[in-house]
């Protein structure tokens, strides 16, 4: 399974970026879709999951009531609205797949897939 992320850029502080990501491959049953951040010196955080039903919608308390996560299943392609953008938003993120878990998890032991990552930068 591959993972393309796409619509990184940079922004002004409360601007906002719509992140995009695709899986292909063998894809097969449900899974749930993520996305994951990693500013500079940093290790890898959570920042978002959705569970293939959509129910399930984790966020990190740092992003909650300002980034929404989506998806599209007959596309298989998962999409991070950022609005209200801060300079601590600043990061590679990062779409990963997890296949074996139905609810959305938060932990980054349970992904199996990793996108390639897209740049986020956003000025003062």
């Known amino acids: 399974v591959q993972l393309q992320a796409s619509g990184g850029g940079l922004v002004q502080a409360g601007g906002s970026l719509r992140l995009s990501c695709a899986a292909s491959?063998?894809?097969?049953?449900?899974?749930?879709l993520a996305w994951f951040r990693q500013g500079a010196g940093k290790g890898r955080e959570f920042v978002a999951a959705?569970?293939?039903?959509?129910?399930?919608?984790p966020y990190a308390d740092s992003v909650k009531g300002r980034f929404t996560i989506s998806r599209n299943n007959a596309k298989n392609t998962v999409f991070l609205q950022m609005n209200s953008l801060e300079p601590d938003d600043t990061a590679v993120y990062y779409c990963?797949?997890?296949?074996?878990?139905?609810?959305?998890?938060?932990?980054?032991?349970?992904?199996?897939?990793w996108g390639q990552g897209t740049q986020v930068t956003v000025s003062s």
């Open positions: 990963a797949a997890d296949f074996d878990t139905v609810e959305a998890t938060i932990s980054i032991r349970n992904y199996d897939a």
């Open positions: 491959g063998r894809i097969s049953g449900v899974y749930t």
């Open positions: 959705i569970s293939w039903s959509g129910v399930s919608r």
